[in-house]
């Protein structure tokens, strides 16, 4: 953990007399839920392309990345895979929520419970002094099972709406759909992911604040951010 802790710090200095080397922004993005709603698949599936074939109880965290090009930048989206179950996450809690860029709230369309769990993952947040600016999503998954659904769009909008999130419907195993009374209504799980990356990227555009230097000298390249409110957390590789 302390490695990964320490791949966020900024390296705040470069010399004139190179190029710097080219970095990449990290948007580091947790994904929360109920144990069993699909927090894993979904990740593999961004990352991976594909349904894993078989997943087991996520304990503590697992970490996936995939690098994306936004508008010519390309931009490492480090998705944080967390454990639902209490009993695997307890320990490790508070480095979720440390320099979170964004949430993506999971619960299982045929799963009612994993719903009404919702208000507890959100308190969760609150509760880790996680700021209303980070972006906040809502995913409800296994939609290839719409026929066994338990939660409809409508309840799962409406929530989304008192909460301001967006809602998403899909599916880790189909993002097509094609088991939900012959509609194509499920949201692409790339394109899911690829929308919270847009927000953020557009939120916290990159601006450089470069003092005038001589060869050899020593520039402060600042984030605008962290001139806005201290550090925002984007780690860079
Ligand atoms: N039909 C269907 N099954 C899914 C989907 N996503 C996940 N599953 C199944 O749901 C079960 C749990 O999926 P996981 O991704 O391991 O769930 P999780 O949220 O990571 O669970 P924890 O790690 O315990 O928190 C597995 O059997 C998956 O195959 C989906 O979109 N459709
Ligand atoms: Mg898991």
């Known amino acids: 953990m302390a490695d990964i802790e320490n791949s966020f710090e900024f390296s705040s200095s470069l010399t ?7 970095r990449t922004r990290i948007f580091k993005i947790i994904v929360i839920g109920d144990s069993g709603v699909g927090k894993t698949c979904l990740t593999y599936r961004f990352c991976a392309g594909k349904f894993p074939d078989k997943t087991e109880a996520t304990i503590g ?3 996936r990345e995939k690098v994306i090009e936004i508008d010519g930048e ?17 320990s490790m809690v508070q480095h979720y929520y440390r320099n979170v860029h964004a949430v993506v709230f ?3 369309v045929t799963n009612a419970a994993s719903f009404r769990s919702l208000p507890a993952w959100i308190e969760e947040c609150r509760q880790h002094a996680l700021g209303q600016e980070v972006p906040r999503i809502l995913v409800g998954n296994k939609c290839d099972l719409r026929h066994a659904a338990q939660v409809s769009t409508d309840v799962a909008q409406q929530f989304a709406d008192a ?3 967006p809602l ?9 759909g094609n088991d ?3 509609r194509n209504n499920s949201d692409h799980v790339e394109a899911i992911f690829m929308t919270v990356a847009h927000k953020l ?5 990159l601006v450089l604040s470069q003092l005038p230097c001589r060869s050899g000298d020593t520039v402060t390249l600042r984030r605008q951010d962290e001139e806005d409110r201290g550090t925002w957390g984007c780690g860079w590789r």
């Not at 390309?74 to 307890?90: P, S, Y």
């Not at 990227?201 to 555009?205: A, G």
């Open 61 to 63: 965290v697992d970490f």
């Open 168 to 176: 998403f419907e899909t599916s880790a195993k189909n993002p097509y």
């Open 74 to 90: 390309k931009i490492k989206v480090q998705l944080w895979d967390t454990a639902g179950q209490e009993r695997f996450r307890k």
């Open 106 to 108: 999971v619960y299982d």
């Open 16 to 22: 004139c007399t190179s190029l710097p080397p080219p």
């Open 180 to 182: 939900n009374g012959g």
């Open 201 to 205: 990227k557009s939120q916290k555009p």
């Open 163 to 165: 909460h301001s999130m």
